[in-house]
């Protein structure tokens, strides 16, 4: 199993592909653990990346730590896992929550991120909103205690209409989604971090070459946070998955680990 110390505790991660070709890390979003990237992306990244996939504190294998946290705090479990991984810098993938954590990283330690790719997230501050349906339909459904329904209830708030009409695409990703451990009472507690999240008056300084990918039929992440992220970063790229949902990368995995083959090996 790889556990990665980090000083007294430990994060749970996956690696794939060969170990000398450019390091890319995936971070994770709320509620999510290394298992919702899903084969069909990882296995078109490992061809040309040395990729890990980790899980956050207190998901599954990974050790929690008690009290509220910020997405400051977890970009620094973020750079604990590239020292212990031996990566100077890395390129960076972050979505939805790890989005927010890869901001933070970005900004906090500019020399350890090469390229880094935004996927459905959020900064914070004017022009930013987190009104979107979805997270409350998620909460309501895993506070009831049924798993297949929350599993449900998320499948219909992160997926479009469009993909979501062929139920048999469900079962894959409840087998999925319940394959880690996620604690109802963690992810609320990630919810807060998000809440408090804030990077927009400090976005136009990160140096960092950056992609945003963002469907426009999200309805976790409203896609006009995207369009804004993509504002104010300098020289930021915007690609945009129309008609898609917020697991963009589930509904198109050939298309996103294309999008981000290209930009990181620009």
Avoid: K
Avoid at 15 to 20: C, I, M
Avoid at 69 to 84: C, Q, S
Avoid at 127 to 150: F, K
């Amino acid at each position: 199993m790889p556990l990665a110390d980090i000083g007294g505790r430990t994060l749970y991660y996956e690696r794939r592909g060969p170990q000398g070709a450019p390091p890319l890390l995936l971070i994770q979003g709320m509620a999510g653990h290394h298992g919702i990237w899903g084969e069909p992306l990882l296995s078109r990244l490992e061809r040309d990346f040395d990729v890990v996939a980790y899980d956050h504190r207190g998901v599954g294998d990974s050790t929690d730590v008690p009290g509220a946290f910020t997405t400051a705090e977890l970009a620094t479990d973020a750079i604990a896992l590239l020292d212990v991984l031996g990566w100077g810098s890395a390129h960076v993938f972050g979505i939805s929550l790890g989005g927010m954590v890869a901001q933070e990283l970005a900004l906090a330690h500019p020399g350890r991120v090469r390229r880094l790719v935004l996927g459905c997230t959020y900064a914070g501050g004017a022009g930013s909103t987190l009104d979107a349906p979805g997270p409350m339909r998620m909460l309501e459904a895993m506070n009831t205690g049924d798993a297949e329904a929350s599993v449900r209830a998320a499948f219909h708030a992160n997926l479009s209409s469009t993909y979501t009409a062929d139920d048999s695409r469900f079962q894959p990703f409840m087998t999925a989604a319940l394959s880690v451990v996620v604690p109802v009472a963690l992810v609320l507690r990630q919810a807060q971090s998000a809440l408090q999240h804030s990077t927009s008056e400090r976005l136009p300084v990160l140096g960092a070459p950056t992609l945003v990918v963002h469907g426009n039929a999200d309805e976790m992440v409203r896609y006009s946070n995207g369009v804004q992220i993509a504002g104010l970063i300098p020289g930021a790229r915007l690609h945009t998955f129309d008609g898609v949902g917020h697991l963009f990368w589930w509904e198109r995995p050939a298309d996103t680990a294309e999008a981000i083959r290209q930009h990181c090996l620009a």
